[in-house]
């Protein structure tokens, strides 16, 4: 019944690939997803691509679409003439696993290292009060369906392999904006944290990341603006930005760890900038000492039902990986000196 | 067999990352157990994420009157009292911790004047009880979940050096076999989605939270994860199923275009002002209030608009109707030649509200058809029809302890993938609060079994050699049918004869061809290598789908009534003899066994919530003899 239309598809993976040419035929009021779905039903039932509501409510069916980052389920086909050719390949900013499926561990890896919401001392759960005005601003930024088209999008990472140690995206600055506007989030210094350890920095309000927000999502004007202004404001008075500091550590020291909040240390080592160098590296950091992980008789654990990790603690740190990034050893090669 | 097996070892290994078992591994971290997530798709994807309406809880923030003891009735009645009546319980009774404990973890949900959680009505719900967030309610939970697990991965960081020491997520694997020592679990077998490598977890104790079933139904609401998994790993594992033969339709979904069939129509259409109509125009579900309801609702077009603006002196239209009833009048019109072109009916608010209103009252609606079908709701009517939506029946659990019934030890359930707390029928918002409280159960006690176990209990290589070759064999088969196919053809049988009307004829053929699409699964083959192959998954999944079917058809053969989620044409009224009956399901070698199984009975205070008239709809002679009884013992 519909009509045959082109389409070229990017297949391949990690090792490379190319687009294929396929005709396929379109219905009325198909989108692209149904497409892609026709190719794996009857041309190529091994073509990979993420998908899951086809409502546009999950984020998992994110591809590049003509070139324009957008969720396939949302895209219909009427928005292309008939004689075009859809171009569809994967998103860009990240690793391709197969065909349109791509690693997005980079924004898990950020919302680990984004500090959690701490919750108010001495509120017990029931008497939360909060005004509809003062959670409205938080809300728009937990309508994020975490499609991560506004981190493929953003410049700073998108070709810049580079920046993404340090670059949080706009995905994580409107987390960290959601949480600062809490109306009862014990943590004060989101807008500081998002400066310093997040890469806000980077950012130039390009808007990007705001064009391609499927949920229209004001990321630039009603996050990242705001909380960089603040952090200007606090920066540049010195005074308030001494009297925070102080706040801050009493905090830390006192109550806001008594009540179980994630304080910074766990994340410190992430979100800092390290430049790319050769040779001896002064500032490197320096591991943190780390405790042994004992039970409550101060014992460690020695049964495996028990242990929280099969084996016993590396005695270099349970968060080291090896080999070691080179950026953090202090070696010099003698062929670049 | 040379194949690189990746090891893990665990103390209580979630399989699923919805909202049941994301809850379920908070719970079991915070009772100091090394907890594993296994999710079929990416983190925060799941289903839950779907859901829009809200969770029920009877907070009372709303209606003062609500309480624990009017949600518990109303869940009863819904589930027509075929629910566990513990597990009502309990789940009316905890709802409210469940969901102010989701404020803590950062949750933020639409607010009262007072500041408090604002509660909003549904169907079946006496007062205004289900929190919400807009209509993204299930994303609100899921994400809010998954942030507190992050934030238990950021203090067990700052802890150990390590997020992933106490609690890991491994997102899109798909377990494919649970394996056992003697009756208890001893691990979960599977493979990474991306690389379609393998991977063993060795754990003593498992909870299964994998949702539904709806993939096997051409037109649901359910995403390509609903395979039924749990409900089949659950049945090969020793335990049993009960009330599969009951699943929901939702009787507003999108029918057009084509690729959106079956996306949800949310109910406040209709509580707004939407009214359904048939090709000729007319308003047909005044046609259709059947006689246990005649007295609750309009009877003309008058009186049922009256009611949206003077509910007090006015009763309710018929378009709002229980979901079951109003999903079979769209049935019937449409077999009689009544339907939309697209083979619905129509759905119009556009002649009933401004613009204005419908854009503010139904935003996402609003966009949801801009986007998808083209449609500007303001301006013409929506074509919707029935949509497989949810399934009650699942696996048979402890109330308590939500530890699975059947021979296995170890394994424990909770969310869509268990049965009995919904009984024939679900309640709107009844499924975020039971995926909250069950969830935190089955965390809970799965930690605790761990604890008493004398030794760890061991994977046996055999077992393991041969989830292997079963995982293999579509990929080393040449000339098998494309899975694609077979899914359809399954679908097709599922929804032509085991849907929403039901016959004994079209039951009984329905078995004849699952038994031949069984062999032809059988040969199933998959083209393509083992990196993120989605043919080779399907054809993984189908037999999952397959065994769940065969589920479904016999209990909806063998149940001569019509109750709830659960319409036989040939037996159109509900039978007093069948509620005291738990159809039970399981497995002899790969034959399903059907069982009838007493339902449990309810304690006396619980039974006395409830008048007598009501009872009498439900209960056989005797039991109300019994009520009869015990009202004169307390009456002294
Ligand atoms: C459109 C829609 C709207 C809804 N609205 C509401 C509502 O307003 N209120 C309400 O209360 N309910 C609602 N529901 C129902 C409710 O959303 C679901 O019943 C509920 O979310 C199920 O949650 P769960 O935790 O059991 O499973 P899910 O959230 O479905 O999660 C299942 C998990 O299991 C994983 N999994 C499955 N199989 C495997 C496997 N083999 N290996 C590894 N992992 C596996 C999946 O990847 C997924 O992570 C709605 C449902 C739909 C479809
Ligand atoms: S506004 Fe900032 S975060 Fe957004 S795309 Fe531009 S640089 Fe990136
Ligand atoms: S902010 Fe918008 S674009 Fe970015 S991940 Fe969330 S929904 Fe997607
Ligand atoms: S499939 Fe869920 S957003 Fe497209």
Known sequence: MGAKRRFKVWRGDETGGDLKDYEVEVNEGEVVLDVIHRLQATQTPDLACRWNCKAGKCGSCSMEINGTPRLGCMTRMSTFTEDETVTVTPLRTFPVIRDLVTDVSFNYEK????????????????????????????????????CFLCQNTCHVVRDHEENKRAFAGPRYFIRAAELDMHPLDAKEDRKEYAQ?????????????????????????????????????????????????????????????????????????????????????????????????????????????????????????????????????????????? | MTTRIERHHYDVVVIGAGGAGLRAAIESRLAGKKTAIISKSLFGKAHTVMAEGGAAAAMGNVNSRDNWMVHYRDTMRGGKFLNNFRMAELHAKEAPDRIWELETYGALFDRTKDGKISQRNFGGHEYPRLAHVGDRTGLELIRTLQQKIVSLQQEDKAETGSYDSRIRVFAE????????????????????????????????????????????YKVTSNSWEYTGDGHALALRAGATLINMEFLQFHPTGMVWPPSVKGILVTESVRGDGGVLKNSEGKRFMFNYVPDVFRKQYAETEEEGDRWYTDPDNNRRPPELLPRDEVARAINNEVKEGR???????????SSRLPAEVIIKKLP?????????????????????????????????????????????????????????????????????????????????????????????????????????????????????????????????????????????????ESLVRLAELRERVGKVSAAGGRRYNPGWHLALDLRNMLVVSECTAKAALEREESRGGHTREDFPSMRPEWRQVNLVCSLDGDKVQLEHKPLPKMRPELIQLFDRTELSKYLTDEELAEFDALAEEAAK
């Open chain 1, 111 to 146: 919302a680990r290292q984004t500090p959690a919401f701490a919750p108010p001392v001495g509120v017990p759960p029931g008497q939360y009060r909060m005004q509809q005005v003062d959670v409205e601003r938080s809300q728009e930024f937990r309508k994020c369906i975490e």
């Open chain 1, 196 to 337: 310093a350890s997040m890469g806000m920095g980077y950012c130039n309000i390009t808007k990007c990341c705001t064009e391609v927000c499927p949920e229209h999502i004001k990321i630039t004007d009603n996050a990242i603006i705001p909380m960089k202004e603040r952090v200007v404001d606090r920066r540049y008075d010195p005074l308030v930005w001494l009297g925070r500091k102080i706040f801050r550590r009493d905090q830390l020291d006192g109550a806001g760890q008594a009540a179980g909040t994630p304080s910074l240390v766990g994340a410190r080592t992430e979100g800092s900038e390290v430049e790319q160098h050769h040779g001896l590296n002064w500032h490197r950091e320096i591991p943190p000492p780390q405790a042994a992980p004992v039970d409550e008789t101060g014992r460690l654990p020695i049964s495996e039902i028990t242990a929280d990790r099969a084996g016993g603690p590396s005695p270099f740190g349970d968060d080291q990986t090896f080999p070691l990034p080179p950026e953090g050893l202090n070696y010099a090669h003698p062929e670049r000196d």
């Open chain 2, 173 to 216: 694997t798909t377990i494919t076999e649970l394996l056992l020592d003697g009756d208890r679990v001893a691990g979960a077998f599977g493979y990474y989605r991306e690389t379609g490598e393998f991977v063993l977890f060795e754990a003593p104790a498992i909870v299964l939270a994998t949702g539904g079933v709806g993939r096997s």
């Open chain 2, 339 to 349: 339907g939309s072109p697209a083979g619905g009916v129509f759905l119009d608010v």
């Open chain 2, 364 to 508: 996402s609606m609003h966009h949801q058809f801009k986007e998808l079908a083209g449609v500007d709701i303001t301006k013409e009517p929506m074509e919707v029809g029935p949509t497989c939506h949810y399934v009650m029946g699942g696996v048979e659990v402890d109330p308590d302890t939500a530890a699975a019934a059947g021979t296995v030890q170890g394994l424990f359930a909770a969310g869509e993938v268990s049965g009995g707390m919904h009984g024939s029928n679900r309640l709107g918002g009844n499924s975020l609060s039971d995926l909250l409280v069950f969830g935190k159960r089955a965390g809970e006690h799965a930690a605790t079994y761990t604890d008493a176990l004398p030794t760890r209990p061991r994977v046996a290589q055999s077992d393991l050699d041969t989830a292997v070759e079963t995982a293999l064999a579509p990929l080393q088969r040449d000339g098998g049918e494309n899975p694609y196919t077979l899914q359809q053809d399954l679908q097709a049988v599922m929804g032509d004869l085991v849907g929403i009307i039901r016959r004994k004829g079209e039951l009984e």
